[in-house]
Nanobody, 121 residues
Framework: RLQESGPGLVKPSQTLSLTCTVS??????????WSWFRQPPGKGLEWMGA???????DYSPSLKSRTSIFRDTSKNQFSLHLTSVTPEDTAVYYC???????????????WGQGTQVTVSS
């Protein structure tokens, strides 16, 4: 089970911070890929990046300069930081897991319920 948490409202130019708490499986389990996706209003799902079971990271080229994903293995959590946000970053943000190590949403087996983040002053 995956559960997102974090502020629902972020001001422009600030950093968006979300955490995904994982239960039922250790995030260090071999070959798992732990990702963040988002879905802006009226648009499709966008893969943002991932952290692997060994702690390496992979980011979408379009967001790489603003995105960091890291983990806390003691809490079985992984987190997203997105810097310098604008209203275009308003979206429902999801965490998800896959054993196939891809950026394709269809390859993901487990999803959080999603959390709405609005960027507005």
């Amino acid at each position: 089970r995956l559960q997102e948490s974090g502020p629902g409202l972020v001001k422009p130019s600030q950093t968006l911070s979300l955490t995904c708490t994982v239960s039922g499986v250790d995030i260090r389990t071999d070959f798992y890929y732990w990702s963040w996706f988002r879905q802006p209003p009226g648009k499709g799902l966008e893969w943002m990046g991932a952290i692997t079971s060994v702690g390496s990271t992979d980011y979408s080229p379009s967001l790489k300069s603003r995105t960091s994903i890291f983990r806390d293995t003691s809490k079985n959590q992984f987190s997203l930081h997105l810097t310098s946000v604008t209203p275009e970053d308003t979206a429902v943000y999801y965490c998800a897991s896959s054993s196939r190590g891809t950026s394709l949403s269809d390859d993901y087996d487990y999803w959080g319920q999603g959390t709405q983040v609005t960027v507005s002053s």
